[in-house]
């Protein structure tokens, strides 16, 4: 049955306004994925889309109806509101709306708690690597990476305590990159974030909403490569999950 849902996400950032557009529009290879924008009103977006605002440095609006390659899903509309904070940095509002065909409370559970992480992920790209560009590579798991445990799975084979929180320092062997030192930025049973010096590496429980374990890497490190970290990351969940 068709329903319609919303998902509110607001935040503070010391960023400027020019600075988070600049994030939401030609920079989400650095903490989401790369998409285009034609900028201008009624211009294309992602998926198929429509730009419905565009305002610089103050707001954007994509909607995509019939979205492509999504069948429980007839209308999708990501809506940006930029306001500068007094005293310096910004105010932003995201909203994520549009109409689950099916599986509705599965969607919107997992829309839900995705865009909690791509938010916060946006956040610390403001906070750490404002305006650097990344190299983006991404990775999925086998059939066994669906298991309930999968994602615990991942943190321990990448040495973290099951309890190791948001906040805590560790060090990790990563495919690809060797040990380095990082930091656990996000933690809860569904994703599990970690940042270097260099990039920011993202881990999704997608095994909770039918599907399995992946990974994407933000790279913003000199010479990046991303057809060669993702076969590494891809390799090591092969491993993992084998």
Request: aromatic content about 12%; charged content about 20%.
């Amino acid at each position: 049955m068709s329903k319609e849902f919303e998902i509110v996400r607001e935040f503070e950032t010391d960023a400027s306004p020019e600075e988070v557009w600049q994030a939401v529009t030609t920079g989400t290879a650095a903490w989401l994925w790369p998409m285009e924008y034609e900028p201008r009103e009624g211009g294309a977006a992602p998926f198929g889309g429509t730009i419905t605002a565009w305002e610089p440095g103050k707001r954007l609006t994509a909607r995509v109806e019939d979205v492509d390659g999504i069948s429980q899903q007839t209308l999708n509309q990501l809506d940006h509101v930029i306001e500068p904070r007094e005293g310096g940095g910004s105010w932003v509002r995201y909203v994520h709306s549009g109409i689950f065909v099916d599986d509705w409370d599965n969607q919107y559970d997992g829309a839900a708690k995705h865009n909690t992480f791509y938010i916060h992920t946006l956040g610390q790209y403001l906070r750490h690597f404002t305006g650097r560009a990344a190299v983006f590579s991404a990775a999925d798991g086998s059939a066994a990476a669906g298991a309930p445990d999968a994602l615990e799975t991942a943190g321990r084979a990448l040495g973290l305590a099951d309890d190791a929180p948001a906040g805590t320092a560790v060090r990790v062997d990563l495919p690809g990159v060797g040990p380095v030192d990082a930091v656990v930025d996000y933690r809860d049973p569904y994703f599990i974030g970690l940042r270097t010096d260099t990039a920011m590496y993202r881990f999704f429980g997608r095994n909770h909403f039918g599907a399995t374990v992946g990974v994407s890497v933000h790279d913003f490190a000199p010479g990046a490569d991303a057809e060669r970290t993702g076969q590494a990351w891809q390799s090591w969940l092969d491993g993992v999950y084998a």
